[in-house]
């Protein structure tokens, strides 16, 4: 008798557990292996400048005698390998602080003053290799938090800068559509082929290695857009064509606008 009590208990609680169990570990393996990736592309990223200024830190040690102007060229490019690994920290910092869940401060954010100040930012970064306009301008102001969504869209603005050859055109707009509010970068750069979109948003992910880090991307910039348009239950829309140029837009819900 107690045998069967046994079978009885055992059988269908031992199977579906079973179950739950290898579900929870496929999981848990799922989480390992990303959590692994993650730590060999940080160190990858990072190994490259420091080999590259610990080679240069050599040469100055063996060859002391080196003329001025040598010098001064192998100490630009040092500089520009620790801003390189700077600004990896700084976007490893940003995106550890946005997975922490901590909870984000929110206020009135005057959206068509960040515009203007997002299209000044963009002449900088373009000095003038650019045309950079700003299409539609509604005077919706939002709730959220200012410094993240200056972050996000920053974000978006510097990459159409990077993916647009001299001469191309970007257009900054914020307007109503449909009672959301819809803010939108344009560019005439060189689009991204449609298989390559639903990857975008993740840590390190890039179409052309090469041409990110050359131009001075961390690889880390949509993952952090992600996580602050989530924070503000908006949405990202990507809109491409390979060698024509593209359109990130992040669609805003109505209880987030303030709209007088
Ligand atoms: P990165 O620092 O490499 O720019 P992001 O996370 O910001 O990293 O973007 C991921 C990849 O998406 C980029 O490496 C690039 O291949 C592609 N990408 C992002 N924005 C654009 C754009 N406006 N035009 C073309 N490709 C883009």
């Known amino acids: 008798p107690q045998e069967q009590v046994l079978s009885v208990q055992l059988v269908p609680f031992d199977s579906s557990r079973k179950l739950l169990l290898s579900r929870d570990i496929t999981q848990l393996d799922r989480v390992q292996t990303v959590h692994r990736d993650f730590i060999a592309n940080v160190s990858h990223e990072l190994r490259t400048p420091l080999t590259v200024v610990g080679g240069f830190i050599e040469t100055m040690i063996d060859m002391p ?17 620790t801003q390189r690994m700077q600004r990896l920290v700084d976007d490893l910092l940003t995106l ?13 954010v005057d959206v068509p003053q960040l515009m203007r100040l997002l299209a000044a930012e963009a002449e900088g970064l373009s000095q003038g290799r650019h ?8 005077s919706i102001r939002l709730i959220g938090n200012h410094d993240e969504l200056h972050s996000a869209f920053g974000n978006l603005v510097s990459n159409a800068i990077r993916y647009t050859p001299n001469g191309g055109e970007i257009t900054l707009s914020w307007n109503l559509s449909f009672e959301h509010g ?16 639903p990857r975008l948003t993740e840590r390190f992910y890039r179409v052309d ?20 348009i989530q924070r503000h239950q908006a949405q990202l829309q990507v809109q491409s064509k390979s060698g024509e140029g593209s359109e990130f837009s992040v669609k805003f819900p109505p209880q987030r606008l303030i709209n007088n």
């Not at 306009?133 to 509604?138: N, Q």
Request: no cysteine.
């Open 65 to 81: 005698d080196t003329d001025a102007r040598t010098r001064g060229q192998h100490l630009q490019l040092m500089y520009d390998q």
């Open 96 to 108: 550890s602080r946005l997975e922490s869940g901590q909870q984000m401060r929110e206020e009135e």
């Open 131 to 138: 045309v950079v306009t700003i299409g539609k301008l509604d």
């Open 182 to 197: 819809l803010f939108s970068v344009k560019d005439s750069g060189i689009g991204i082929s449609p298989e390559h979109v």
């Open 209 to 228: 290695r090469g041409r990110s880090r050359s131009t001075g991307g961390t690889g880390l910039g949509l993952a952090i857009v992600k996580h602050i």
